[in-house]
């Protein structure tokens, strides 16, 4: 009987600690839940409107003019525009050229014409001379393929508006026809660009913005 007692009370005093070893072993995960936070979705960025440019006039050059007459060479610029105005009733496309000769310095070339070849250039200069319209000391020299562009223009009216604004300042200029509404306003007719440099910083100190390119 005694034995009994004493196991029951065994019993009772371990419960209590088994049932607290069972607990201390217990994982218990504690979620904490934040607030939520929805995804926010970038807009697409919008492309800004392209800027608008405007296209200037280019030609689509098929006919070339690498010759033209030179009537005669003067050191005076002076002298040169007197002597293009005397002749500008009897010719026309009369321009001045003015050209870095090298050693023999700068010229302001009297010239006549735009030919595509020499042939060309040979039968107007000959046919000139017959009719003692140039003196006969005129002449076709070698190619001189480049001139300073100073615009293109759609009508013929605008072209010779700013050509002859551009004699105010002592310049000669001329316009090509390229295409039916295209107009190119020239200045010279030069072998390379280092020969038309003085005439480009002559443009250059004025205002303009000119070019070289194939004539």
């Not at 072993?25 to 960025?45: A, K, M, S």
């Not at 800027?51 to 030179?70: C, D, F, L, Q, R």
């Not at 050229?97 to 595509?116: C, E, M, N, Q």
Request: hydrophobic share 40%; glycine share 6%.
């Amino acid at each position: 009987m005694k034995r009994c007692v004493l196991i029951c009370v065994l019993f009772l005093t371990a419960a209590p600690l088994w049932a607290g070893y069972d607990l201390s072993n217990t994982v218990t995960r504690e979620i904490h839940r934040g607030p939520v936070i929805e995804e926010v979705r970038d807009e697409p960025l919008k492309e800004p409107a392209p800027e608008k440019t405007v296209t200037a006039v280019s030609p689509a050059k098929t006919v070339y003019y690498p010759y033209t007459i030179h009537l005669s060479s003067w050191q005076d610029p002076k002298e040169a525009y007197r002597q293009i105005e005397k002749m500008q009733a009897r010719l026309d496309t009369l321009f001045i050229t003015k050209v870095d000769l090298g050693a023999s310095g700068v010229w302001h070339r009297i010239d006549h014409g735009l030919f595509p070849t020499i042939k060309d250039a040979v039968a107007r200069l000959r046919e000139l001379k017959a009719k003692k319209v140039i003196d006969k000391g005129a002449f076709v020299g070698g190619q001189v393929a480049y001139a300073i562009e100073l615009g293109t223009y759609e009508s013929v009216q605008e072209a010779n508006d700013d050509a002859r604004e551009l004699k105010t300042q002592g310049m000669v200029p001329y316009v090509v026809r390229e295409q039916d509404a295209v107009f190119r306003l020239l200045l010279g007719a030069y072998p390379d660009e280092k020969s038309a440099a003085p005439a480009m910083e002559d443009l250059k100190a004025l205002g303009f913005d000119p070019t070289f390119k194939k004539r």
